[in-house]
């Protein structure tokens, strides 16, 4: 079942279990460290938060 809330699922990991399930997938995101997909900036397969940390750092320091 999806969630009632999501209108267009962001996330291109269509096999995934928690797609469409936006409530589950943060909080599986939440446990491991990472954020999902649809909240990730041009994360090139690394969605760690040390790795978020790194480009929003570039992005504002120009």
Known sequence: MSCPNV??????????PNHKKCC???IKHKETDSLPFCLFLDNEGDKSMENLYRKLKSRFEK
Request: aromatic share 0%; glycine share 0%.
């Open 7 to 16: 209108q267009e699922c962001a996330c291109p990991k269509t096999t995934c």
């Open 24 to 26: 589950d997938c943060v």
